[in-house]
């Protein structure tokens, strides 16, 4: 609209010059009425033509503005997408480390598991093979008979050991305790008759019979 004044009084502007002009050679009268009016058309020409730039700024000031405001809610949306796909991401690798978690403290309960069960395997074995020896030991010092007999030459560990003697009848009845040399080093039991009991003898050699 101010483009439409603006052209029309910029045409008015010059045909009234022309007509000012005109009179002034003629001289009839009629000049300053029409330079009177050309000054009008000037100032109305100016005022359209200001009027038509005020409106391009405020047009213009507007589409930046949108255009501004675009761009900060393409760039919203872009970081809460970013901003999405960060967190999926954290939450993803924290459930992959509660997973490996989990498999390692399950892994490692059954390992222990599997190693308290070798030990106690272990240890029933070990004891039972304890007690296989200390029953070979035992049968091995047993000796039974008439007359006069002796056991093998036996290894006795340093300590306190404990004989058992048992006999039914009515002689003399000799138990001794002999050094791998053969001489006496304790007289464990030595009655007339039926006799049953036992003697606690220290052992500070290894080898005894």
Not at 48 to 70: C, E, G, I, R
Not at 133 to 139: G, Q
């Amino acid at each position: 609209m101010g483009m439409f004044f603006g052209f029309t009084s910029l045409i008015a502007l010059f045909v009234f010059v022309i007509l000012a002009l005109i009179g002034r050679v003629k001289k009839n009268g009629k000049a300053k009425k029409n330079f009177l009016i050309a000054g009008v058309c000037m100032v109305v020409f100016i005022a359209a033509v200001s009027l038509d730039s005020a409106n391009d700024t405020t047009q213009t000031a507007s589409t930046n503005n949108k255009a501004v405001k675009k761009d900060t809610e393409e760039e919203k949306a872009k970081k809460a997408e970013a901003k999405a796909k960060d967190e999926a991401k954290q939450k993803a690798a924290a459930e992959q480390k509660a997973k490996e978690e989990a498999k390692a403290k399950a892994e490692a309960e059954q390992k222990a598991k599997a190693e308290a069960e070798a030990k106690k395997k272990a240890e029933a074995a070990a004891k039972a093979k304890a007690a296989a020896i200390a029953k070979r030991k035992a049968d091995a010092l047993k000796i039974s008979g008439n007359g006069d007999t002796s056991t093998k030459t036996i290894k006795l560990d340093p300590g306190f050991v404990v004989f058992e003697a048992r006999y039914t009848g009515s002689q003399n009845f000799i138990v001794s305790l002999l050094d791998e040399n053969g001489s006496q080093v304790d007289l464990l039991v030595n009655t007339i008759g039926s006799y049953h009991g036992k003697r606690f003898v220290a052992i500070p050699y290894s080898r005894w019979r």
